[in-house]
C-alpha cells in the first residue's frame, strides 16, 4: 500500500519529542512523493513543518485509530511501535486507572503507588476458572493461566516478575501466591498456602530495605517452586535466593535504610523479653542510622515485628530459636558500634572494656579478648611459618563490617533453609510452578559488582525470553500454515559470551582474585588487553582506566572496576569465624557448622613491624592451600545456570513491573522513565517480534462480523472463508499485506488500521445519506406542521368572528326577554300583596268566631260532668247503707241457728252407740277426707294463684283508675280557672284590639325602616361573603398546607418505618445467613471428618472389627440413638473397623464423655419426671375410670335388659320352631321320603343339631348377661342399701325361677373373684414397673457416680494416658451394652417364637372354621326367609389410621429400600409427590402410638443419616438433591401439621386432628430435620450454581442475541493462547432451557410453591452477580450495543418470570444491578445533567461499580465518544456521600438464608397405598 494513501490530510503520526519522548500531530496537507517535509499541527494548534531524512526518507509512525487506543492486548493495535505502546498504556493507567495491560505472552504492570480493591477474595473467584483472554488483564489472569496448564498439560510452569526497584515485583508474586493458595487449598491438615503466604512478611523482614526508589525493595532475587499434589493441591514450596545485598548491612546511602528487622528489633526493644539485647534507639546504631531517613511513612515497625514473630511461630520456628536469632541480630547492631583506635599507623586496638564489644560478645557466647584481638590482627600463612600481624584501623574497620555481613549472610541462608523445611510437606509432590522474583536491568551513575551480576542475569532471562517468543510465534505460523519467514531479532548471545565465555570478565575476575597481588587497575587492564579491539560490545571510557563499559541489550552501562575484587572474594578473618565456633551459643554454632575456611587465596602483604612466629599446621596446611573458597562470581554463575535449566523445563510466563514516576506519586506517568524501562525489560522487543511478521490476527467469523459493511450482497457466500478471500482480494491489492491460514487471516501491521479507515469511511457515507434522508424527512415535517399551523389559524379567526356574531344576537334577544319578565314580575308582586292582605283579614275573623263558639261548648260540657258526678255519688251512698241494714239482719238470723245445731250435737255426742256408729268405716271415709283434702289443697292453691293474679290485675286497674281520677280532678281545676280567667281575657281582647291597631301604625314603620335596614344588610352581607369568600380560600389554603405538612409527614413516617422495617428485615436476614453459614460450615467439617476418618481406616495396617461410634447430628436426642444408625453403617461397610492407633487425638473424647454424662443427668431426671407423671396418669385414670362407670352403668342396664328380652323371644322361638320341627316328623313318620338315611332325613336332623346348638350359645349368653345385671344391682344396691332397698327386693321376687336366681348368684361370686384377681394383678404389675423403674433410676445414679469419678480421675492423668483409659472405658461400657442388647434380643427371639407357634395354632383353628361356614352355606335346606344364623358373632372390621407398622429388624431395611437405593425419576414420575416423607412419618405414628420412644428415635436418627448419606453420595445430581429437598420439608410439615399443636392443627381436617401424635413432642427433631432442609437447600444452590456457571457468561455477555448489534474489534494474542477450549458455546436459549429443567424437576417432586420461589430468586442473584461482575472486568464488553444486548437478555428472563408466575418471588430485584449497568452503558454521558440523571438512576450499584463501567467503557465504531476523565470525576464528586462497601464485585457466593413457610397437606394418610415397586412388603397398614 503506497505511502500517499496513509498519509493523507487529516492522519495522525507521532513525531519525536524532548520532554514527552512522542506528540500526537495530524497532517494539515496530503504527502506526495517527493516531498522533503511534512506539513502537521500539533494537538494544542500550533503548526510546524517535521523535516524528512533526505537519506532514509523514514516517515514518521502513524497513531492507531481511537477506538483501538486503550486495548486490553498491545499486539491488538494495528500500528505497533514504540509510540503506540506508550500511548496505550498512558491511556489505560491514567484515564482508565487500569494498571495491567497484555503484550502478547507478558503482562505489563505499572505501579499505582496507591492501595486499589481489585485484590479480594472476590476478584479471586471471578478470575478462577476463567480464560485468560476473557478478562480484563490482571496479576491473577496469569497465575489462573499457569495454574490450568499444570493441570492441563502436566507440565511445569513459571511466573518470572522481573522490573526496577519501586516497580512492584515483590507485591506481584506476592499476589501470585496468594492466587495459587486461595484457588487450590492444601492436601492436607497443615495449612501449607498460609505457611507459604506466611513465608513473605519474614523474608520481607530480612530482605528488603528502603531505597530512594521504593520503600519496600527486595535486595535479594527468589525463586519460589510451590508444589502441587496429582488433585493439584498445594503440598509444599521450596525457595531459592540469589545475591543478596550483604553491603547494606553495613553501609546505606543518603534517605535508605537497612533490611527492616533491624528497624523492628529497635523498635519493639521496650518489650520485656528484650532487656536482655541492650537495644537502643535505631538512630544510636551506626548500622542503622547512615541513611538519616529511619521512618518509613505509613509502616510501625513494632507493629511489623509482631507480624513477623507471628509468621515465624506458624512456620515452626519456636520462641526460643527466634529469641536466638534476634540475639544474634543486635549482636550485629552492636558490632557496628564497636569503635576502633589507631595505635600507630601499621596497628589498631580496642579499648578493653568496649561496652558495645561487651555485648556483643555476651549476646554471641565468645570471649571478650580473643574478639577483640582477632578484630585488630590478622594471620598470615607460609610455606613454612604462620605469622600473626596486626592490621591498621582502616583494614580492622573492614574486616568488622566483613564478620557482620558474613553473620548476617548465615543468618539470612540459615532462616532461608528453615523455611523452606517448614514448606516442605511429607506429601509427594507431582508439579510445581516457579514464581520468579528478581531485580530487573538496573544502570547508576556509580555501577559496581553488584550491578554488574544483575545485568547479567537479566542478560540470560531476556535471551530465555526471546527464544521463547520467537518459539511460540513460529508455532503459530505453523499451526496456521502460514509459509514460515525467518524474523530478525536481536540475540544477547555475544553479550553473554562476553560475560561469561572463557576469558570473559568473570572469568578474567577470578583469574585476578588467585592472583597474590592481584587488584582492581591490574584486572581492568586485562579485560582492556582482551576485549577492547575485538569485541564490539565491550568499550573504554576516555577519561577512566579504572571502568569499562559493556554494551547490553537494553543501554550501555559503565562500570567502575574499584571494590569488584574484593566483592567477588566476600573475604572474612578465618580466625574471627573460629572464636564463633567456639561459642557457647547454639544457634551460632549450628549458623557456621557447614562453613568452609574463609582463608584468603592471596599471599602475605608486605610491610608490618610485629610479626610472630607460629609453627604451620602440616596436617592442615596442604588441604587449605587446595581448596579454595568459591568466588561470588562463580556460585552466582552456577546458581544463574541452575535457574535457567529449571526455566527451561518449566512454561513461562512473563510479569514485566514497570515503575511510572520516580517520586512515587499515584497514578502520575513519566514517558521517558516508562520508555526506558519498556526497552529494558523487552516489552518492544517483543512488539517489534510481533510486528516484523503478521501482527494482527482475526478468525474468519471475526473478520466477517466487522466488516461485513465492506461487501457486497453478492459477495456474500455460505463459505465464510471465501468471502473473507473475496473481499480482502478486493480491498488489499498487494496479497503479501495478508495471509490466509486454516482458522485466522493474518495481517502485516498497519493493514487493520486501514481496514479500519475503509470501514469508517463507509459507515461516513452511510451516516451522510441517513442524515440527508433524515434532514429532508424533518423539513417536509416542518413544512407540513406550517401549513398545518396556517389553516388551523385561519379555522380559529373565523371560528372567533362566527362567535361574536353569534354572542351579539343572544344578547339582544336576552335583553328583551329580561325586560319582558321583568314587567311579568312587578305585576305577579302586586297582586299578590292584595291576595295575601285578604287573606289575612278572613282568618282573623273566622279565628275570633271560632274561639267564641268553642267556649260556649265549653262551658256545656263541664256543667254535664259535674251533674253526672254528683248522682253518681249520691246513689252510691244510698246502696251502700242499705247492703249494711241486710248483712247485719243475715247475722243475726244465722247465729240463732247455730246455737241450736250446737246444742244439739252436744246432746248426741255424750252417747256410746253413737260414738261406735261414728267409727264404722273411719278408716275409709279418713283416706277420702284425706283424698278430698288434698283436691281441695290444690285447688286452693290453684284459686290462690288465681285469686293473686286478680288481685294484682286489679291493682294495676286501681291505680290507673287513680291516676285517671287525680287527672280528671286536675282538669276541674283547670276548668274553674279558665272560667275565672274568661272575663279577663275578654279584657285582655279589647286592650289587644287597641293595641293591634297601634301596631299596625308602627309596623308601617317599621316596614319602611326594615326596607332599609335590608338594602344596608345585603351591602353588609356582600361585603362578608367577599371576606367569608377570602376567608375560605386562607382556610383553603392553611388546610392544603396542613395536608400536604401531614403528606410529608406521613411520607417521612412511612420512610422511617419502611426503613427500619428494612433494617430489622436485613438484620434477620443476617442472623439467618449467619446461622446457616455456621450450619454449612458444621456441614463441610463433618464431611472433613468423615473423610479424614475414612483415610485413617484404609491406612490402618491391622484394623480390629468392633463397634464404631460416628457423630451425632444436631440434636442432643439423637446422641441416644447412635446404635441403630451405627449397626446401619457397620453392615454396609462390612460391619466397619476401629482405628485405635496412637497418634495425638484432640479434646473431642472428652467431650464426648462430659456430654454423655450430661445426658444420663438428664435422662436420670427425665426417668424420675416420668414415674411422678404415671403416678399421677394413674390416679387421674382410676379415678376418671369410675366416674365413668358410675355414668354408664344405668345406659349398661337398660341396654344389657333389652337384651335380655330379645334373647328370651329368640329362645322362644327357637323352642316352637324345635317343636314344629318334630311335629313334622312325627306327622311324616311313615312316609318313604323322611326314613333315616333319606336326604329329607339328613336336612331335618342337621337342622335340629343346629338349632339345638344355637339354643345353648343363647341360653349361655342368657346366664351371662343376667350375672352381669346381677352384678351390676348388687353393686347398686350396696351404693343405695340405706336410701332405696325396695327396688332391689322388687327385683329378686320378679325372678320366678329359683335356679337362675341360684345360677346368678353364684355367676356373681365368680365374676366379684375374677375383678379381685384382676385388680391385685394389676396392683402387683404396677409395683413391679414402680420397683424396676426405682432400680433403673438407681443404676443410672450409680453410672453417673462412676462416670463422674473416672472423669475426675482422667483429668489428673497425664493426656496420653487420660486417652487410652477414656478409650478403654469407652470400650468396656460398649461391650457391656453389646450384651446386654444381645440379652433382650434373644429374649425377644424366644417370644417371637411362642408368638409363631401361636399363631399357627390360630390359623389352623380359623381354617377349619372357615371350611365348616363354607358347608353351611351350600346347606340345601337352606332358603331365603329364613337364613341359618351362624355360630359366632361377626365383628366389624376397624378402619385404617394411617399408620404403618414394621419390625424392629426391618428397620435397616426400610431405610435401605426408602432412601439410599430409590430412584427420584420413578417416584417423582410415577407416584404423589413425597410419598417417602409420607411413608416415614407414618412409620414414626406408629412407632408413637405404640410409646415406643427407642423406635422414634432410631427411626428419625437413620432417616436422617441416610439422606445425609444419599446426598454425599450424589450431592452434585440437581434431581436427588431437589427430591430428597422436598421429601425433607414435606416430613418437616408432617411433623408440625400433626404435631397437635393449634397453629398447626387449624388447618386440618377432623380425621386429620385425630391421627395427631399423642406420646412425643418432636419440637427438636423438627429443628433437627430443619437444619437439614437447610443443608440441602444450600446443597441445591451449589449443584445449580456448578451447572448455570459455565453458561452465564456466555449466554449473558458473549452470544449476539440480536444479531448485527455488537460489533467485534480486533483481539490480541491473548485471544489465541492456548487456554481457549474447543467448547461447544452456550447461548441465552441455554440458561433458559436450564431453567426449565431446574423448575420442572421441582414441580414434579412437589416442591413448596415459596420455596420454588427462594430457590429462583438464587438462581437470577447468581445470574446476575456472575454477568456484572464479568462485565466490569472486561474492557471489550463495556460498549453501547454490548447495554442493549444485555437489556434484551434481561427482558427475556422477565418474560420467563411471567410465563412461571414468579414476577412477585424477588427474583427481579436481584437483576436491578445487571440491568441499571447495562442501562448505563447507553445514556448519555456528557452534561452535569446526565451525570445527576445517572446519579438517580444507578441507585442498586456502588460508587467503584459506576466509576469502573464509566472508565471501562470502550467505544466499537468511531461514532461513540469515550467517557472524559471530567465526568467521571463529577460523578465521583456526587456520589462522595454514599454511604456503601467499597467492595467492587458483588459476592457471587451469597445465599440468601432459606425460610420454610408452614405448608400443610390435604392428602389423608388413611388413602396412601404403598406402590409394589417400593419393596415394602414388610410394612403393614394399621
Not at 495459587?180 to 501449607?192: D, K, L, P, Q, Y
Request: hydrophobic content about 35%; aromatic content about 8%; overall charge positive.
Amino acid at each position: 500500500m503506497a505511502a500517499s494513501e496513509l498519509y493523507t490530510k487529516y492522519a495522525r503520526v507521532w513525531i519525536p519529542d524532548a520532554e514527552d519522548v512522542w506528540k500526537s500531530a495530524e497532517l494539515t496537507k496530503d504527502y506526495k512523493q517527493k516531498d522533503t517535509a511534512l506539513h502537521l499541527q500539533l494537538e494544542d494548534g500550533t503548526t510546524l513543518q517535521y523535516k524528512l531524512d533526505p537519506k532514509t526518507k523514514n516517515l514518521p509512525h502513524l497513531r492507531n485509530p481511537d477506538i483501538l487506543v486503550g486495548e486490553n492486548d498491545l499486539t491488538a493495535l494495528s500500528y505497533l511501535h514504540e509510540p503506540a505502546v506508550l500511548h496505550n498504556l498512558k491511556v489505560r493507567f491514567i484515564d482508565s486507572k487500569l494498571i495491567y495491560t497484555y503484550c502478547g505472552i507478558v503482562l505489563v504492570a505499572i505501579n499505582p503507588y496507591e492501595t486499589l480493591p481489585i485484590y479480594g477474595s472476590d476478584i479471586i473467584n471471578a478470575y478462577s476458572g476463567q480464560n485468560m483472554g476473557d478478562m480484563d488483564p490482571h496479576i491473577f489472569a496469569v497465575a489462573e493461566e499457569a495454574y490450568k496448564q499444570m493441570a492441563r498439560d502436566e507440565r511445569n510452569q513459571s511466573i518470572i516478575v522481573s522490573g526496577e526497584s519501586g516497580a512492584g515485583k515483590t507485591v506481584s508474586a506476592k499476589y501470585a501466591m496468594r492466587y495459587f493458595a486461595t484457588v487450590s487449598g492444601s492436601a492436607s491438615e497443615a495449612n501449607v498456602e498460609e505457611k507459604v503466604l506466611a513465608s513473605n512478611p519474614i523474608m520481607e523482614a530480612i530482605g528488603n530495605a528502603k531505597t530512594t526508589r521504593n520503600d519496600n525493595s527486595s535486595r535479594f532475587g527468589k525463586y519460589i517452586e510451590i508444589g502441587f499434589d496429582k488433585r493439584y493441591h498445594i503440598t509444599g514450596a521450596n525457595m531459592r535466593t540469589y545475591l543478596l545485598e550483604k553491603s547494606r548491612v553495613v553501609f546505606q546511602a543518603d534517605e535508605e535504610r537497612n533490611y527492616h528487622i533491624f528497624y523492628q528489633l529497635c523498635g519493639s526493644a521496650n518489650l520485656p523479653e528484650f532487656k536482655d539485647l541492650k537495644l537502643v534507639r535505631a538512630d544510636d546504631f551506626h548500622y542503622t542510622n547512615q541513611g538519616r531517613n529511619l521512618v518509613i511513612d505509613g509502616v510501625e515497625d513494632a507493629q511489623e515485628m509482631l507480624t513477623t514473630r507471628n509468621a515465624f511461630c506458624l512456620l515452626g520456628i519456636n520462641e526460643s530459636y527466634q529469641m536466638g536469632l534476634f540475639k544474634v541480630l543486635a549482636a550485629i547492631l552492636h558490632l557496628g558500634n564497636v569503635e576502633v583506635k589507631d595505635r600507630d599507623s601499621d596497628s589498631s586496638s580496642i579499648p578493653p572494656n568496649n561496652k558495645h564489644l561487651t555485648v556483643f560478645c555476651d549476646l554471641m557466647g565468645v570471649t571478650y579478648q580473643d574478639m577483640s584481638h582477632w578484630l585488630c590482627h590478622k594471620k598470615l600463612k607460609t610455606a613454612t611459618e604462620t605469622y600473626i600481624k596486626p592490621v591498621p584501623k582502616l583494614q580492622a574497620i573492614n574486616a568488622r563490617d566483613a564478620l557482620a555481613k558474613h553473620i548476617y549472610a548465615k543468618l539470612f541462608t540459615w532462616i532461608v533453609d528453615h523455611v523452606n523445611k517448614a514448606l516442605h510437606s511429607m506429601v509427594k509432590q507431582h508439579s510445581f510452578i516457579g514464581v520468579l522474583d528478581i531485580y530487573g536491568f538496573e544502570t547508576f551513575e556509580i555501577n559496581s559488582f553488584e550491578q554488574f551480576c544483575i545485568n547479567y542475569a537479566n542478560e540470560k532471562l531476556q535471551q530465555q525470553f526471546n527464544m521463547h517468543v520467537f518459539k511460540l510465534e513460529q508455532e503459530e505460523y505453523m499451526k496456521e500454515q502460514i509459509p514460515w519467514t525467518l524474523i530478525d531479532f536481536y540475540d544477547n548471545q555475544p553479550c553473554i559470551n562476553l560475560i561469561e565465555a572463557k576469558m570473559g570478565v568473570l572469568d578474567l575476575l577470578d583469574e585476578e582474585c588467585k592472583m597474590p597481588k592481584g587488584s582492581d587497575e591490574s584486572w581492568a587492564q586485562k579485560l582492556y588487553n582482551t576485549h577492547l579491539k575485538k569485541c564490539a560490545l565491550f568499550e573504554k571510557p576516555r577519561m577512566s582506566n579504572k571502568a569499562f563499559i559493556i554494551q547490553h541489550f537494553a543501554d550501555k552501562v559503565e562500570y567502575q572496576c574499584e571494590g569488584f575484587l574484593e566483592k567477588n572474594k566476600d573475604t572474612v578473618n578465618e580466625e574471627q569465624i573460629h572464636v564463633l565456633k567456639a561459642s557457647k551459643f547454639d544457634l551460632l554454632v549450628e549458623l557456621f557448622q557447614d562453613d568452609e575456611k574463609a582463608s584468603s587465596p592471596t599471599g602475605p602483604p608486605p610491610g608490618g613491624r610485629t610479626r610472630l612466629s607460629v609453627k604451620p599446621d602440616k596436617s592442615r596446611g596442604g588441604q587449605s592451600s587446595k581448596e579454595h573458597k568459591k568466588t561470588v562470581g562463580l556460585q552466582f554463575r552456577n546458581s544463574l545456570q541452575l535457574l535457567m535449566e529449571t526455566l527451561n523445563a518449566t512454561t513461562p510466563h512473563y510479569v514485566r513491573c514497570i515503575k511510572p514516576n520516580d517520586f512515587k506519586f499515584p497514578f502520575t506517568f513519566d514517558p521517558k522513565r516508562a520508555v526506558q524501562q519498556l526497552r529494558a525489560c523487552g516489552v518492544l522487543e517483543t512488539i517489534r517480534i510481533s510486528a516484523a511478521g503478521f501482527p494482527s490476527r482475526w478468525t474468519y467469523q471475526e473478520f466477517f462480523s466487522r466488516y461485513r459493511v465492506l461487501m457486497k450482497q453478492k459477495d456474500v457466500l455460505t463459505d465464510k472463508k471465501l468471502t473473507c478471500k473475496n473481499v480482502l482480494e478486493r480491498l488489499v491489492q498487494d496479497p503479501d499485506k495478508y495471509q490466509f491460514g486454516k482458522t485466522k487471516i493474518f495481517f502485516r501491521a498497519g493493514q487493520v488500521a486501514y481496514l479500519e479507515k475503509l470501514r469508517a469511511d463507509k459507515l461516513r457515507a452511510a451516516c451522510i445519506r441517513i442524515q440527508k434522508t433524515i434532514r429532508c424527512w424533518l423539513a417536509r415535517k416542518k413544512y407540513l406542521r406550517m401549513k398545518n399551523a396556517a389553516i388551523t389559524i385561519q379555522r380559529h379567526v373565523r371560528g372567533y368572528q362566527a362567535r361574536c356574531l353569534a354572542k351579539f344576537l343572544r344578547r339582544t334577544r336576552a335583553a328583551i326577554i329580561i325586560q319582558k319578565c321583568q314587567r311579568m314580575y312587578v305585576a305577579r308582586e302586586l297582586y299578590r300583596r292584595r291576595r295575601a292582605a285578604a287573606l289575612a283579614l278572613q282568618r282573623l275573623l273566622r279565628a275570633y268566631m271560632a274561639r267564641q263558639q268553642y267556649q260556649a261548648l265549653l262551658r256545656e260540657h263541664k256543667a254535664v260532668i259535674i251533674q253526672k258526678w254528683v248522682r253518681g255519688w249520691l246513689a252510691r251512698q244510698w246502696f251502700k247503707r242499705s247492703l249494711a241494714a241486710i248483712v247485719y239482719l243475715q247475722c243475726c238470723v244465722r247465729r240463732m241457728r247455730a246455737k241450736r245445731e250446737l246444742k244439739k250435737l252436744k246432746i248426741e255426742a255424750r252417747s256410746v252407740e253413737h260414738f261406735k256408729k261414728l267409727n264404722i268405716g273411719m278408716e275409709n271415709k279418713i283416706m277420702q277426707l284425706q283424698r278430698k283434702v288434698d283436691e281441695q289443697n290444690k285447688d286452693n292453691k290453684c284459686m290462690s294463684e288465681r285469686l293473686s293474679g286478680l288481685e294484682s290485675t286489679y291493682a294495676i286497674e286501681g291505680e290507673r283508675l287513680r291516676s285517671e281520677l287525680a287527672r280528671l280532678r286536675g282538669f276541674e281545676e283547670e276548668a274553674k280557672s279558665n272560667a275565672s280567667r274568661v272575663a279577663s281575657l275578654l279584657e285582655e281582647l279589647v286592650r289587644l284590639r287597641k293595641e293591634l291597631e297601634a301596631t299596625q301604625s308602627e309596623k308601617k314603620i317599621i316596614e319602611d325602616w326594615a326596607d332599609k335596614y335590608r338594602n344596608e344588610m345585603e351591602a353588609m352581607v356582600a361585603e362578608l361573603k367577599e371576606q367569608n369568600n377570602l376567608l375560605k380560600s386562607e382556610k383553603n389554603n392553611l388546610n392544603r398546607l396542613i395536608q400536604e405538612q401531614d403528606q410529608v409527614m406521613t411520607d417521612k413516617m412511612q420512610k422511617a418505618l419502611a426503613e427500619q422495617t428494612k433494617e430489622l428485615e436485613n438484620d434477620l436476614n443476617e442472623e439467618r445467613t449467619r446461622y446457616q453459614n455456621l450450619l454449612m460450615e458444621h456441614l463441610r467439617l463433618e464431611e472433613r471428618y468423615d473423610d479424614l476418618k475414612e483415610e485413617i481406616t484404609l491406612t490402618v495396617t491391622v484394623p480390629k472389627p468392633g463397634h464404631r461410634r460416628t457423630d451425632s447430628t444436631h440434636s442432643s436426642n439423637e446422641s441416644e440413638c447412635t446404635y441403630n444408625s451405627e449397626v446401619a453403617e457397620s453392615e454396609e461397610s462390612s460391619r466397619g473397623r476401629e482405628d485405635v492407633t496412637k497418634a495425638p487425638l484432640d479434646m473431642s473424647l472428652f467431650l464426648k464423655l462430659q456430654k454423655r454424662v450430661t445426658e444420663l443427668e438428664q435422662e436420670k431426671q427425665s426417668l424420675q419426671n416420668e414415674l411422678d407423671r404415671k403416678d399421677e396418669q394413674f390416679q387421674r385414670a382410676r379415678a376418671r375410670d369410675e366416674e365413668e362407670h358410675k355414668k354408664a352403668r344405668g345406659a349398661e342396664l337398660e341396654y344389657e335388659s333389652l337384651k335380655r328380652q330379645e334373647l328370651e323371644s329368640e329362645n322362644k322361638k327357637l323352642k316352637h320352631d324345635l317343636n314344629q320341627i318334630r311335629q313334622s316328623m312325627s306327622g311324616s313318620a311313615g312316609a318313604s321320603s323322611a326314613a333315616p338315611g333319606s336326604p329329607a332325613y339328613k336336612v331335618l336332623l342337621d337342622q335340629l343339631n343346629s338349632s339345638n346348638e344355637e339354643l345353648e350359645v343363647r341360653k349361655e349368653e342368657v346366664l351371662i348377661l343376667r350375672s352381669q345385671l346381677v352384678s351390676q344391682k348388687e353393686a347398686r344396691h350396696h351404693k343405695d342399701t340405706m336410701t332405696e332397698p325396695m327396688p332391689y327386693t322388687e327385683e329378686l321376687k320378679n325372678m320366678k325361677d329359683a335356679e337362675e336366681i341360684t345360677q346368678a348368684y353364684l355367676t356373681l361370686k365368680e365374676t366379684n373373684r375374677l375383678l379381685e384377681s384382676q385388680m391385685q394383678s394389676q396392683r402387683r404389675s404396677h409395683d413391679n414397673e414402680v420397683e424396676a423403674l426405682r432400680g433403673e433410676l438407681q443404676s443410672l445414679k450409680e453410672e453417673n457416680n462412676r462416670q463422674q469419678q473416672l472423669l475426675a480421675q482422667n483429668l489428673q492423668l497425664p493426656p496420653e494416658a487420660r486417652i487410652e483409659a477414656s478409650l478403654q472405658h469407652e470400650i468396656t461400657r460398649l461391650t457391656n451394652e453389646n450384651l446386654d442388647l444381645m440379652e433382650q434380643l434373644e429374649k425377644q427371639d424366644k417370644t417371637v417364637r411362642k408368638l409363631k407357634k401361636q399363631l399357627k395354632v390360630f390359623a389352623k383353628k380359623i381354617g377349619e372354621l372357615e371350611v365348616g361356614g363354607q358347608v353351611e352355606n351350600i346347606s340345601p335346606g337352606q332358603t331365603v326367609d329364613e337364613p341359618i344364623r351362624p355360630v359366632n358373632i361377626p365383628r366389624k372390621e376397624k378402619d385404617f389410621q394411617g399408620m404403618l407398622e414394621y419390625k424392629k429388624d426391618d428397620e435397616l431395611k426400610l431405610v435401605k429400600n426408602l432412601i439410599l437405593d430409590l430412584k427420584p425419576r420413578g417416584v417423582a414420575v410415577n407416584m404423589i409427590p413425597g410419598l417417602p416423607a409420607y411413608i416415614l412419618f407414618m412409620c414414626l405414628r406408629h412407632a408413637d402410638y405404640l410409646n415406643d420412644d427407642q423406635k422414634v428415635r432410631t427411626l428419625l436418627t437413620s432417616s436422617i443419616n441416610s439422606i445425609k448419606k444419599i446426598l454425599k453420595k450424589r450431592g452434585d445430581d440437581f434431581e436427588t438433591v431437589s427430591f430428597w429437598l422436598s421429601n425433607t420439608c414435606r416430613f418437616l410439615h408432617c411433623l408440625k401439621q400433626y404435631s397437635g399443636e393449634e397453629a398447626f392443627t387449624k388447618y386440618n381436617t377432623n380425621k386429620q386432628n385425630e391421627h395427631c401424635l399423642n406420646n412425643f413432642d418432636l419440637a427438636e427433631y423438627r429443628q433437627v430435620l430443619s437444619d437439614l432442609a437447610i443443608q440441602i437447600y444450600q446443597q441445591l444452590i451449589k449443584c445449580m450454581e456448578s451447572i448455570l456457571q459455565p453458561m452465564i457468561v456466555s449466554g449473558m455477555l458473549e452470544h449476539e442475541t440480536i444479531q448485527g448489534v455488537s460489533g467485534v474489534k480486533p483481539t490480541g494474542l491473548r485471544k489465541r493462547t492456548s487456554s481457549i477450549a474447543d467448547e461447544g458455546t452456550y447461548t441465552l436459549d441455554s440458561i433458559l432451557r436450564q431453567l426449565n429443567s431446574f423448575h420442572s424437576t421441582m414441580c414434579q417432586h412437589g416442591t413448596d410453591p415459596e420455596l420454588i420461589k427462594q430457590v429462583v430468586r438464587q438462581q437470577f442473584y447468581i445470574i446476575g452477580a456472575v454477568t456484572l461482575n464479568n462485565l466490569l472486568l472486561r474492557k471489550d464488553m463495556c460498549s453501547w450495543s454490548k447495554g442493549m444486548q444485555i437489556r434484551y437478555n434481561v427482558s427475556q428472563l422477565e418474560e420467563w418470570l411471567r410465563d412461571k408466575n414468579l414476577m412477585n418471588c424477588g427474583a427481579k430485584e436481584t437483576l436491578e444491578p445487571l440491568i441499571q449497568a447495562a442501562q448505563l452503558l447507553q445514556v448519555k454521558k456528557k452534561t452535569d445533567e446526565d451525570a445527576e440523571a445517572i446519579c438517580s438512576m444507578c441507585h442498586a450499584l456502588t460508587t467503584s461499580q459506576i466509576v469502573k463501567v464509566l472508565n471501562l467503557y470502550t467505544p466499537v465504531n468511531e461514532f461513540e465518544e469515550r467517557v472524559s476523565v471530567t465526568f467521571i470525576r463529577t460523578i465521583q464528586t456526587r456520589l462522595r456521600d454514599r454511604k456503601e462497601s467499597p467492595q467492587l464485585l458483588m459476592d457471587t457466593k451469597l445465599i440468601y438464608p432459606v425460610t420454610f413457610p408452614f405448608n400443610p397437606s390435604s392428602l389423608a394418610l388413611e388413602t396412601i397405598l404403598l406402590p409394589g415397586s417400593l419393596n415394602l412388603g414388610f410394612l403393614t397398614r394399621v
